[in-house]
């Protein structure tokens, strides 16, 4: 097939090049103004991909969009006149609430969310790391991407697991709640996720963990507090040794991703008349960082 990943970061570069291994014509759109890139991932030899190229845009049967959740609208708004009105628009990415933009600029296109716990690390910006084995699970976000289920197979063959959710909200407000109780913490106070452990945020981590909960329920989600801990404890666990992608925002004077994680979820909170104040406390903290740049 054709594909174009958009946002060839870490997680980009990894689709990128398994698909290319798996016999795909891969391409990539990137902030970087060169006809061609090269992705070496792990000890393999680098591989050539064209770069912002148009005409191979508008030939692209799926668009694997793997932007950060702010650059989303704006850069899907630059380029949709090179995205045929078939293509499959997949968003693959932190935090919540861009499918409705992209749904408003391309209201035909079938359109697809993802969501991988696959770990990779850019170690330079043609050197991609594949940091961890995970699963990636897909859904469809609109009508014509109830047709997309044989995106598995496609993706499967190139990078298990993958597997189809049929009601991909739910994982991806699993993943939300993860992202709001590690992702402001860690980047407030500069730290590893592991640190996450210390008795010193066991209340505060509770707090979010119930705010959250409480929110998805109101969302129609079947959460419960204490499986959410549970998943949450066993994330700080698995990846304690990790900076996360908020940390390294933060500490790069990066615009973040808390409008679409924290901020998310107290815009759902607002519309369910939900008070979530140790949320709002961490929102209002990452921005007044953000503010202070
Ligand atoms: O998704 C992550 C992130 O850093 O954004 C977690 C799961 C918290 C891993 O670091």
């Not at 909200?169 to 913490?185: E, G, Q, S, V, Y």
């Not at 989600?221 to 666990?237: G, K, Y």
Request: overall charge negative; aromatic content about 6%.
């Amino acid at each position: 097939m054709n594909i174009t990943v958009v946002g060839p970061g870490a997680i980009g570069s990894l689709w990128a090049s398994y698909l290319h291994d798996a016999g795909h014509h891969v391409c990539l759109w990137s902030r970087q103004n060169t006809a061609a890139l090269m992705v070496q991932r792990d000890d393999h030899p680098a591989q050539r991909f064209t770069n912002n190229d148009p005409q191979s845009l508008l030939q692209a049967d799926i668009l694997l969009v793997t932007l950060k959740a702010p650059l989303v609208e704006q850069v899907l708004s630059s380029i949709r006149q090179h995205i045929a009105p078939e293509a499959i628009v997949m968003l693959m990415h932190n935090g919540m609430g861009t499918a409705d933009s992209v749904k408003a600029l391309m209201p035909d296109n079938p359109l697809v969310l993802a969501t991988t716990t696959h770990g990779a690390y850019r170690k330079s910006a043609n050197h991609v790391l594949h940091t961890g084995q995970g699963k990636t699970l897909l859904g469809a976000a609109n009508h014509n991407g109830k047709q997309c289920g044989f995106l598995v197979d496609v993706f499967n063959h190139a990078l298990t697991e993958v597997a189809w959710h049929d009601e991909i909200d739910h994982a991806l407000w699993n993943k939300l709640a993860i992202n709001c109780a590690i992702n402001p913490l860690t980047a407030i106070h500069q730290i590893r996720n592991g640190e996450l452990a210390q008795t010193e945020f066991r209340d505060q981590l509770q707090s979010i963990i119930n705010e959250v909960c409480c929110v998805m329920q109101a969302e129609g989600i079947d959460a419960v507090e204490a499986n959410l801990t549970a998943m949450v404890d066993q994330v700080i666990h698995a990846t304690s040794n990790n900076f996360s992608s908020m940390e390294q925002d933060i500490a790069h004077q990066r615009t973040s991703e808390i409008d679409f994680i924290t901020g998310y979820l107290i815009k759902c909170a607002n519309k369910h008349n939900i008070s979530v104040p140790t949320n709002h406390a961490l929102y209002k903290a990452i921005k007044q960082i953000e503010q202070s740049w």
